[in-house]
């Protein structure tokens, strides 16, 4: 029962740091006369994906490597089958961005990467499937290139969209940055070795527990955002919020965390990495094989039906 509630509450200190992180980083960048577009791109983004970002690198120093690859598997197969299948149902999602063309087939690509980085036993004739270090430098040097091109695409295009920041003193902004990092470092801690006892306890494996609890807990903003924007019929900003997020997730928090430490790839994840790819593939299909390019409600509950028998499967 401790465990579950520290769980819960690192958790709570992990989305409101990562909250606060961004208010007070977008609030200096903005006084700083940084653009709006980089603004988003940069420290917006980074704050939906730092709960997974912080949650693997304590993972990757406590050498909980399962749990690592878990929770960027886990985190992207829910924000796809998950965040977009529940999304579509409430509103059907129509792609109106024409960036969403590159980046959606690009997240199929990165899923593409961890498959090949992740099969040294088949590609390289190895003793053993891991991800190195260098491995995660390739993903890095990837992540970068995706900035890049997000950033100058942004600005090329004429696409400034005011980037809505409260207004702060530049003291009440660093102030929430500290704040905003000392919650992430003490719910990422919080959540690893709570979920580490949590699998202990029923016999779980750091696998498991990543895929399931873990990821859907650091995803929470991401749904909040994707819903939120749902509500509002903005539902291109849904579609890309899920997609950067995925992209994220595997260039630079994989990334990131494999360069902290390298990851053991366990078998059972072939299962876990192959779905990763057919989600991609998927969302590319009802995506633009078909008219509107839209995703109907009954594609979003053909993504929910997938993800709660992936849960079963993992569950028994």
Same mark, same amino acid.
């Given at each position: 029962?401790?465990?579950?509630?520290?769980?819960?509450?690192?958790?709570?200190?992990?989305?409101?740091?990562?909250?606060?992180?961004?208010?007070?980083?977008?609030?200096?960048?903005?006084?700083?006369?940084?653009?709006?577009?980089?603004?988003?791109?940069?420290?917006?983004?980074?704050?939906?994906?730092?709960?997974?970002?912080?949650?693997?690198?304590?993972?990757?120093?406590?050498?909980?490597?399962?749990?690592?690859?878990?929770?960027?598997?886990?985190?992207?197969?829910?924000?796809?089958?998950?965040?977009?299948?529940?999304?579509?149902?409430?509103?059907?999602?129509?792609?109106?961005?024409?960036? @969403?063309?590159?980046? &959606?087939? %690009?997240? !199929?690509? =990165?899923?593409?990467? #961890? /498959?090949? $980085?992740?099969?040294?036993?088949?590609?390289?004739?190895?003793?053993?499937?891991?991800?190195?270090? @260098?491995?995660?430098? &390739?993903? %890095?040097? !990837?992540? =970068?290139?995706?900035? #890049? /091109?997000? $950033?100058?695409?942004?600005?090329?295009?004429?696409?400034?969209?005011?980037?809505?920041?409260?207004?702060?003193?530049?003291?009440?902004?660093?102030? !929430?940055?500290?704040?905003?990092? #000392?919650?992430? $470092?003490?719910?990422?801690?919080?959540?690893?070795?709570?979920?580490?006892?949590?699998?202990?306890?029923?016999?779980?494996?750091?696998?498991?527990?990543?895929?399931?609890?873990?990821?859907?807990?650091?995803?929470?903003?991401?749904?909040?955002?994707?819903?939120?924007?749902?509500?509002?019929?903005?539902?291109?900003?849904?579609?890309?919020?899920?997609?950067?997020?995925?992209?994220?997730?595997?260039?630079?928090?994989?990334?990131?965390?494999?360069?902290?430490?390298?990851?053991?790839?366990?078998?059972?994840?072939?299962?876990?990495?192959?779905?990763?790819?057919?989600?991609?593939?998927?969302?590319?299909?009802?995506?633009?094989?078909?008219?509107?390019?839209?995703?109907?409600?009954?594609?979003?509950?053909?993504?929910?039906?997938?993800?709660?028998?992936?849960?079963?499967?993992?569950?028994?």
């Amino acid at each position: 029962m401790i465990d579950v509630l520290l769980l819960l509450v690192g958790f709570v200190a992990l989305i409101l740091g990562a909250d606060k992180l961004v208010d007070g980083a977008s609030n200096l960048a903005k006084r700083l006369g940084i653009p709006d577009i980089v603004i988003g791109l940069t420290i917006v983004a980074f704050g939906t994906s730092a709960p997974e970002l912080v949650v693997n690198v304590f993972a990757a120093v406590n050498n909980n490597t399962e749990m690592v690859l878990g929770n960027v598997l886990g985190s992207n197969l829910f924000n796809v089958f998950g965040i977009l299948g529940i999304c579509a149902i409430v509103y059907p999602l129509t792609v109106k961005n024409n960036t @969403t063309w590159i980046e &959606i087939p %690009l997240s !199929f690509l =990165a899923a593409v990467a #961890v /498959y090949i $980085v992740a099969n040294d036993v088949y590609f390289d004739n190895s003793a053993e499937n891991l991800i190195t270090r @260098t491995d995660g430098l &390739i993903l %890095l040097l !990837f992540f =970068a290139i995706f900035l #890049v /091109y997000n $950033v100058t695409l942004s600005q090329n295009s004429g696409d400034e969209a005011d980037i809505e920041t409260k207004h702060y003193t530049h003291i009440k902004s660093i102030l !929430f940055i500290v704040l905003g990092l #000392v919650g992430l $470092v003490v719910g990422g801690r919080l959540i690893v070795d709570s979920a580490v006892s949590i699998a202990q306890i029923f016999g779980l494996s750091e696998r498991v527990i990543g895929l399931t609890i873990v990821s859907i807990g650091t995803s929470l903003p991401e749904l909040a955002t994707s819903l939120v924007a749902v509500r509002k019929k903005n539902v291109d900003i849904a579609i890309g919020n899920v997609v950067g997020s995925n992209i994220f997730n595997i260039f630079l928090v994989l990334g990131v965390s494999t360069v902290v430490n390298s990851v053991r790839v366990q078998e059972a994840s072939s299962v876990d990495i192959l779905l990763n790819i057919v989600a991609g593939l998927l969302l590319f299909i009802f995506l633009f094989i078909g008219k509107g390019r839209r995703l109907e409600r009954w594609e979003g509950m053909i993504f929910v039906a997938i993800y709660i028998g992936y849960l079963y499967y993992l569950l028994q």
